[in-house]
């Protein structure tokens, strides 16, 4: 879904990778189409990874039609490792959420405030009074 909302021309990941020869077939009918860029997410464990795929499009530049720009993006930039805090936060979250469930209350949220759990009833279009 994050390659559709971002709207990526290709992705290529360890369960379902693609060949550098794919990629560009691909990036050359979106630019045959009009478009003026394109973006292509390679996962870090691909056995064909961004360097491998770089290399294969230096041996040609015109094989796509497009500029080629590589991007690796860090823990700084993927939002970091989670902290102590961040674990501990998610844990009383979901017991909080766990308690609700097994208590029957289906349309509430958690929250925490000033180290005190809370518990909040959602107000979805679907809890809303009909009219």
């Known amino acids: 879904m994050a390659d559709l909302a ?4 290709v992705i290529s990941t360890p ?4 060949p550098a020869s794919e990629i560009a077939q691909r990036l050359r009918a979106a630019f045959e189409r009009g478009k003026t860029h394109a973006i292509v997410v390679i996962a870090e464990s691909v ?3 961004a360097a491998k795929i770089l290399a294969y499009f230096d041996t040609d530049k015109q094989r796509t039609g497009f500029e080629l720009r ?3 993006l860090g823990h700084v930039v993927r939002g ?4 102590a805090f961040d674990r501990l936060l998610a844990t009383r979250l979901g017991v ?4 609700s469930l097994s208590n029957g209350r289906l349309a509430y949220w ?4 000033k180290t005190k759990s809370r518990e909040r009833r959602s107000q979805t279009s679907s809890d809303a009074p009909s009219q």
């Open 6 to 9: 971002g709207g990526v021309e």
């Open 15 to 18: 369960e379902s990778e693609v």
């Open 47 to 49: 056995k064909e990874n």
């Open 70 to 72: 590589a991007t690796t």
């Open 80 to 83: 970091a490792p989670p902290s």
């Open 96 to 99: 909080n959420a766990v308690k």
């Open 110 to 113: 958690s929250a925490i405030r």
